[in-house]
C-alpha cells in the first residue's frame, strides 16, 4: 500500500483535478496502474516520456498522468506518435488506444505502424465495446451479441488484434487481461523494453455497457470471467480450434526482431548520405 | 558573383522555400497535383538532416506533421483537395492545441475525383471552414513562382507567430508553373522561430495569455511537461466544460491572430490609383487579370488591379479601401464566386460587385478577363 501511495503521488498530476472520469470497475485504471508501476522501475524519466492516446475511455488517461502527455483524434493516436519519434527519437513514446479507436477507425494506422516497425510501445485496451458512446458493438465484440446497435445480436465476428497485428510486422506483440496482474506487469515491461513497434492487447472490463450484454453485472463476475477463459499461449499450443472458441489467449504470441523505421532512417542519414 | 536566375516550378519553390524556413520534417501521401513537393521533399529533406515520411493517407500525414512540431520540428505536409478534405480534422485539431504547422493545398478542380491535373481555386472556402467548429486560420496564395518561394517561408513564419495551421493555397496553374527565378539570399527573407517558455517549469502555464494572445510553446522531452488535447481546455491545457474556460480560450484563439489584421494586409496593387474599375484576384487568376489591366488600358479603359496574397482571414480594410476607390469591382476566380462573396460582404453597398467564374479546369485567360472589363466599364 505504501509504495503505491507513492507512486501515486510520483506520477499521478497534483494539479489535475481528481476523480477521474471512469465508472467505478471499470478495467483502465488496473491498466494504468500497471503502467506506472512498471514505468517506475524502468528508470526512464519523467521528461523523456510522451504518452499519446485517442478517442474514448482509454484516450482520457494521458491527462491524469504526469509526462508529456497527449490526446488526439480518434484513431490518429499512432500517427501523431509517428511524427513524434521521428521528430525526436530520443523520446520514449507511449500509445494507448481502446479497441474503437485502434481496430476501427484506426486500423490503417495500426496495420501500419506495425508494418514500419516504428519504435512505438502501444497498449490497446479491449473492452469490446465502444464505451464512452453507450455501449455500441466495436470491431472486437463477440459474434452474436446484443447491444444498443446490434439489437438483433451483432451479425460481425470479432477482430483478433493480436493476430492482425503480428502479421503486419510488429516486433514484439502479446495480451493480457487485467485479472492477470503479474502477466500485464510483464508485458508492459518487454513492450517497454523492445525496440520495434510492440503492441499489448489488454483485455479489460466495461462494467456498464460490456457487462450488459454479457449478463455479468459487476468488475467482480467480469473479472472472474476473464480469468476462467484464459488460456496461456504455452497451453493453447495443445487445444483445437474448436476448444480454444471464445478463450483469451494470454502471454507473448510474437517476439521478434525486425530492422525499425527508426533505425533504417538514420541508417540513411549517417551511412547513405553521411550526414 | 552575383546571383543567378535559376528555372524553377511553383512546388519546387514551395520545397526550397520551406527548407529555408527551417522546415525539418515532411510527411505526405501523393497525390496531383501536389505530388512534385513530395517528390523533392523525399530527396532533399534527408539531405538537410530532417525527416521525410510518406504516410497510408492524408489523415496520417497530417497526424504526423502535427506530432513532429509538438517535438520541435517545423513541419509540412502538402496534398490537393481530396487529400485536403481528409485532413480537414486535424486543421481543426492544430487550431484548437495550437500547434504550428503548414498545409500546402495545390488547388485541382472539384467537386469530388473532379479534375485531377487541372486548374481550380475551389478549396477557398474549405480552407477557411473545412474543419468544424469556429476556429482561425490562415491561408496564403503564391501567384508567382517566385512567391512560392516567399509565401512558403512567410506560411511558416506565421504558423510559428501565431502558433496556429496555416494553409497555402495554390492553385494547380501556379504549382506546375515553370519561371525563371531570382531567389533572395539567405537571411533576406527574415525567418521566425515559435517562442518557447523560459520561466521554470513548474511557473509554466502552457495556454495563458502572456499578453500577446500567443502561449510561449514547450517542445516535449525540453522538461514542461504539460497536457494537450482537441477538447476544450483550460490554461493548464486540461480539459473543461466550464463555460468562463471555455469562452475565453475560443476568444483568444481568434483574437491572437485578429489583433494583428494590419500586419496582414498583404497585397500588390496596380494602377488603382485612376481607377475606375478595379480587378481584385488571387493566384494564377492574378496574373491574367493583370495582362487584360494592360490591354484594358493600352485601350484608354481606366482600370487597375488588386492582387491578395492573404486569402484568410480577409483583407476587409485592403479590399474596403479598393471598393471605395472605384465605380466597380470585378472578381475572377475559377470557382463560383468563393472570395467574390467575401468582397460582397465587405462592400456593404460601396460599389457595384462583378463575377466572372470559371469552373471547367481551364485557367481565366487575359481574353475573358479583358471582355468582361470591357463589358461592365461604365
Known amino acids: 500500500m505504501k509504495e503505491t501511495e507513492h507512486l501515486i503521488h510520483k506520477y499521478l498530476r497534483s494539479s489535475k483535478k481528481f476523480p477521474h472520469i471512469w465508472c467505478g470497475g471499470c478495467g483502465?485504471?488496473?491498466?494504468?496502474?500497471?503502467?506506472?508501476?512498471?514505468?517506475?522501475?524502468?528508470?526512464?524519466?519523467?521528461?523523456?516520456?510522451?504518452?499519446?492516446?485517442?478517442?474514448?475511455?482509454?484516450?482520457?488517461?494521458?491527462?491524469?498522468?504526469?509526462?508529456?502527455?497527449?490526446?488526439?483524434?480518434?484513431?490518429?493516436?499512432?500517427?501523431?506518435?509517428?511524427g513524434i519519434k521521428m521528430a525526436k527519437p530520443s523520446l520514449k513514446v507511449i500509445v494507448v488506444m481502446g479497441d474503437g479507436d485502434a481496430a476501427a477507425?484506426?486500423?490503417?494506422?495500426?496495420i501500419h505502424a506495425a508494418r514500419r516497425n516504428v519504435e512505438i510501445t502501444s497498449f490497446i485496451i479491449n473492452n469490446q465495446v465502444y464505451g464512452m458512446t453507450g455501449g455500441q458493438i466495436s470491431p472486437t465484440t463477440?459474434?452474436?451479441?446484443?447491444?444498443?446497435?446490434?439489437?438483433?445480436?451483432?451479425?460481425?465476428?470479432?477482430?483478433?488484434?493480436?493476430?492482425?497485428?503480428?502479421?503486419?510486422?510488429?516486433s514484439f506483440v502479446g495480451r493480457s487481461t487485467v485479472y492477470h496482474t503479474g502477466l500485464l506487469d510483464r508485458l508492459i515491461s518487454q513492450a517497454l523494453n523492445k525496440k520495434g513497434f510492440s503492441v499489448v492487447e489488454v483485455i479489460a472490463q466495461c462494467v456498464i455497457f460490456g457487462g450488459r450484454w454479457l449478463g455479468m453485472d459487476s468488475a467482480v463476475r467480469m473479472m472472474n470471467w476473464q480469468k476462467e477463459n484464459s488460456v496461456t499461449v504455452e497451453k493453447a499450443k495443445g487445444l483445437s480450434e474448436a476448444e480454444l472458441e471464445g478463450k483469451i489467449v494470454i502471454g507473448v504470441l510474437a517476439d521478434r526482431e525486425r530492422p525499425t523505421y527508426n533505425e533504417q532512417y538514420r541508417k540513411l542519414l549517417t551511412e547513405k548520405l553521411k550526414i | 558573383m552575383p546571383p543567378e536566375k535559376i528555372l524553377l516550378q511553383g512546388n519546387e519553390a514551395c520545397v526550397k522555400g520551406a527548407l529555408m524556413a527551417g522546415c525539418r520534417f515532411y510527411a505526405g501521401y501523393p497525390i496531383t497535383p501536389a505530388t512534385d513537393i513530395m517528390e523533392a521533399m523525399a530527396r532533399d529533406m534527408p539531405r538537410a538532416g530532417g525527416v521525410f515520411i510518406q504516410m497510408e493517407d492524408e489523415i496520417a500525414s497530417l497526424g504526423a506533421v502535427i506530432g513532429a512540431s509538438l517535438a520541435g520540428k517545423k513541419s509540412l505536409t502538402a496534398t490537393s483537395g481530396p487529400g485536403f478534405s481528409l485532413m480537414q480534422e486535424h486543421i481543426g485539431f492544430a487550431a484548437m492545441a495550437e500547434v504550428p504547422c503548414v498545409i500546402i493545398d495545390a488547388m485541382r478542380a472539384g467537386p469530388s475525383t473532379g479534375l485531377p491535373t487541372q486548374a481550380a481555386q475551389g478549396d477557398v472556402m474549405q480552407a477557411r471552414w473545412g474543419t468544424h467548429g469556429d476556429h482561425p486560420i490562415i491561408a496564403l496564395a503564391p501567384s508567382s513562382v517566385y512567391e512560392c518561394y516567399e509565401l512558403t517561408i512567410q506560411a511558416?513564419?506565421?504558423?510559428?507567430?501565431?502558433?496556429?495551421?496555416?494553409?497555402?493555397?495554390?492553385?494547380?496553374v501556379v504549382a506546375h508553373m515553370r519561371e525563371g527565378v531570382l531567389l533572395p539570399a539567405e537571411g533576406e527573407i527574415a525567418i521566425e522561430e515559435r517562442v518557447r517558455p523560459t520561466v521554470p517549469p513548474e511557473w509554466y502555464i502552457p495556454y495563458g495569455d502572456p499578453g500577446t494572445g500567443v502561449p510561449p510553446m514547450s517542445a516535449f522531452g525540453d522538461g514542461y511537461r504539460y497536457h494537450v488535447t482537441g477538447l476544450s481546455h483550460d490554461v493548464r491545457g486540461y480539459p473543461t466544460t466550464r463555460a468562463d474556460e471555455v469562452d475565453p480560450l475560443i476568444r483568444r484563439l481568434f483574437s491572437k491572430i485578429s489583433r494583428d489584421y494590419d500586419r496582414l494586409q498583404w497585397y500588390d496593387s496596380f494602377n488603382t490609383d485612376d481607377a475606375v474599375v478595379t480587378v481584385i484576384a488571387y493566384g494564377s487568376v492574378a496574373r491574367a487579370g493583370l495582362q487584360a489591366v494592360r490591354q484594358a488600358r493600352q485601350g484608354g479603359l481606366k482600370v487597375g488591379l488588386v492582387k491578395l496574397k492573404v486569402i484568410w482571414p480577409f483583407m476587409r480594410r485592403t479590399v474596403s479601401q479598393v471598393l471605395n476607390n472605384s465605380k466597380k469591382v470585378l472578381v475572377p476566380e475559377m470557382n463560383m464566386g468563393q472570395i467574390s462573396r467575401e468582397v460582397k460582404r465587405v462592400n456593404e453597398g460601396?460599389?457595384?460587385v462583378a463575377t466572372l467564374n470559371k469552373v471547367d479546369g481551364t485557367p481565366l485567360t487575359p481574353d475573358e478577363i479583358l471582355k468582361k472589363l470591357e463589358e461592365i466599364y461604365p
Open chain 1, 142 to 170: 463477440p459474434y452474436g451479441a446484443t447491444t444498443v446497435t446490434s439489437p438483433y445480436g451483432n451479425l460481425e465476428p470479432a477482430f483478433d488484434i493480436c493476430r492482425l497485428t503480428e502479421a503486419a510486422g510488429a
Open chain 2, 156 to 172: 511558416f513564419n506565421l504558423s510559428e507567430r501565431y502558433r496556429t495551421p496555416v494553409i497555402l493555397l495554390v492553385d494547380e
Open chain 1, 28 to 82: 483502465i485504471g488496473i491498466f494504468m496502474n500497471a503502467l506506472i508501476r512498471v514505468i517506475d522501475g524502468t528508470g526512464y524519466s519523467k521528461d523523456d516520456i510522451v504518452i499519446i492516446s485517442g478517442i474514448g475511455c482509454s484516450g482520457r488517461l494521458p491527462v491524469y498522468v504526469d509526462f508529456n502527455t497527449l490526446h488526439t483524434t480518434h484513431g490518429r493516436a499512432l500517427t501523431f506518435a509517428t
Open chain 2, 350 to 352: 460601396q460599389c457595384e
Open chain 1, 105 to 110: 477507425i484506426g486500423g490503417n494506422h495500426l
